[in-house]
C-alpha cells in the first residue's frame, strides 16, 4: 500500500487537479479546503456535500495529517515553540511570536541546513533532508489550533525558521501558496515572508511564479567578509545577489520593498565603516533593514555587539533615508531566538558535507532549483 497522500501539502491547484486526475469535477478542490481550514474538519465522511464517491476514494488514498508534536513550550515573554518529530529520529521547530495586534510564525523548511553559515547553529547540526510541503503547512495549522483557544490566529509568518527555503523550492512554493490562499490560512502577500541566504537562481524563480514578500540575509556588505559568514556567497557574490534583488523588486507593487536582514556580531561587522558600506550597497535597492543583534550559543566564537555600537549603526542608516528596524531578541530562555533553533539532526548520511562538496564544484543548487 502507497502512503496516503497528505493533502495540507497540496495548494489549491494541486488540490483541483487531484480530482480532475480522478474525473471529478476541479471545485471539489476548492470545497475540501474550506472543510479543512475554515471549519477545521478533516475526517472525509463528514464532508457532506463531497459526492459519495468521491469520499470513498478520499478515505482509501488521502489523509490531512498533521506533524507529530514532540514538546511544545512557552516563554516568559510569550513566545512558543513546537519541536516536530519529522520521523527517522529527526525533530524541527516552529516558533510562535506573539506580539501586540500580530502573531508571526517562524517556519521551518529544511531538516538542518546545508548551507553552514558561520554564526548560525542550525548549521552546525547538518542538513538531513527537505521537509515536505505537508510538515511546513502543517506548522502553521498547529500554530492556529493553538491560538484558536484564545479567538486568535496567525497573522504573519516568516519562513526564517531551519533551512534554506530557496533549496525546497517547490515544497515551500505550494505551502506559501496555502498560506496567502482565501481558502485556507488567507494571509497577504505582505505578511508571508521568504527569507534566503543568496540562492540567486531561486530568487529569479520565485519571481516567476509568486509575489511573496522577501528578505536577503545579507549580514556583510563586501565579498570577503560575506565569504566567511555566509559561505554560498562564494557561488553567489554580493554583485549578482543585488541583481537578483532589482529584479525580484521590480515584479513587486511600487509600494512593496524587500526585507534585508542583517545580524550584528561584535567587531565582525558591526563597525560603523560597515554601516557606510552598506548604505552604499544598498542605495538603489527598494528595501528596508533588520538589525539582528546576533543572538550567542554555546561554541559559536560570536558576540553581541555593545549597545552603542548597535545604535550608531541603526542611527547611520536611518540618518541615510533607510527604514531600519532592531529586532529584539524574543524566546532566549526557551532557546527559540533566530539561530538558536535546532532541533535534532540526525545527519548520519554526512549528507550537508557532501553537499558542501558539491556545492563547492558545481552546480547542486542550480539542480535543486531549475
Ligand atoms: N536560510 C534562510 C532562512 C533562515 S533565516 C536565511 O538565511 O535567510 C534565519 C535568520 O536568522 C537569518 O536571517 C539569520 O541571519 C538569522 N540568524 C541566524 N543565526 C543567528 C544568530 N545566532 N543570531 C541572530 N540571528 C541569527
Given at each position: 500500500m502507497p502512503e496516503p497522500l497528505n493533502l495540507y501539502g497540496l495548494d489549491r491547484r494541486q488540490l483541483e487537479q487531484l480530482f480532475v486526475d480522478q474525473g471529478l469535477q476541479a471545485f471539489r478542490g476548492r470545497q475540501i479546503m474550506r472543510w479543512a481550514y475554515?471549519?477545521?474538519?478533516?475526517?472525509?465522511?463528514?464532508?457532506?456535500?463531497?459526492p459519495k464517491t468521491a469520499r470513498a476514494w478520499l478515505e482509501e488514498h488521502a489523509v490531512f495529517e498533521l506533524p507529530r508534536v514532540e514538546s511544545f513550550q512557552t516563554s516568559r515573554d510569550g513566545t512558543a515553540k513546537w519541536v516536530l518529530d519529522v520521523g527517522a529520529g529527526n525533530f524541527v521547530e516552529t516558533v510562535l511570536i506573539p506580539e501586540k495586534g500580530r502573531n508571526t510564525l517562524c517556519v521551518s523548511s529544511q531538516i538542518g541546513c546545508m548551507l553552514d553559515c558561520s554564526f548560525c547553529s542550525t548549521g552546525k547540526q547538518g542538513f538531513s533532508g527537505n521537509l515536505a510541503a505537508h510538515t511546513i503547512v502543517g506548522q502553521a495549522v498547529l500554530a492556529n489550533q493553538h491560538l484558536a483557544a484564545s479567538g486568535e490566529h496567525v497573522t504573519n509568518v516568516v519562513?526564517?525558521?531551519?533551512?534554506?527555503?530557496l533549496l525546497n523550492f517547490d515544497a515551500v512554493l505550494a505551502a506559501t501558496n496555502v498560506f496567502m490562499d482565501d481558502l485556507a490560512l488567507g494571509l497577504s502577500k505582505r505578511r508571508v515572508t521568504v527569507s534566503t541566504a543568496g540562492v540567486v537562481p531561486g530568487i529569479y524563480r520565485l519571481a516567476e511564479e509568486t509575489d511573496v514578500a522577501l528578505a536577503i540575509?545579507?549580514?556583510?556588505?563586501?565579498d570577503e567578509l560575506r565569504n566567511e559568514l555566509v559561505p554560498i556567497n562564494r557561488k553567489y557574490p554580493i554583485a549578482e545577489l543585488m541583481a537578483a534583488c532589482q529584479h525580484y523588486v521590480s515584479r513587486l507593487g511600487p509600494h512593496r520593498k524587500l526585507v534585508i536582514e542583517y545580524t550584528l556580531m561584535r567587531g565582525v561587522n558591526d563597525q560603523l565603516e560597515h554601516a557606510k558600506a552598506l548604505a552604499a550597497l544598498l542605495k538603489n535597492l527598494r528595501c528596508k533593514i533588520n538589525l539582528i543583534p546576533f543572538n550567542p550559543f554555546p561554541g559559536s566564537g560570536y558576540e553581541r555587539p555593545a549597545t552603542e555600537d548597535i545604535r550608531r549603526f541603526q542611527t547611520h542608516l536611518m540618518n541615510q533615508g533607510y527604514a531600519t528596524m532592531l529586532r529584539t531578541t524574543r524566546g532566549e530562555d526557551i532557546d527559540?531566538?533566530?539561530?538558536?533553533?535546532?532541533?535534532?539532526?540526525?545527519?548520519r548520511t554526512k549528507r550537508q558535507q557532501r553537499y558542501r562538496e558539491r556545492l563547492a564544484q558545481d552546480s547542486v543548487i542550480a539542480r535543486s532549483t531549475a
Open positions: 475554515h471549519q477545521g474538519l478533516t475526517d472525509f465522511a463528514s464532508m457532506t456535500d463531497l519562513l526564517m525558521g531551519m533551512g534554506e527555503p540575509s545579507l549580514h556583510a556588505p563586501e527559540a531566538a533566530c539561530g538558536q533553533l535546532v532541533g535534532q539532526v540526525k545527519d
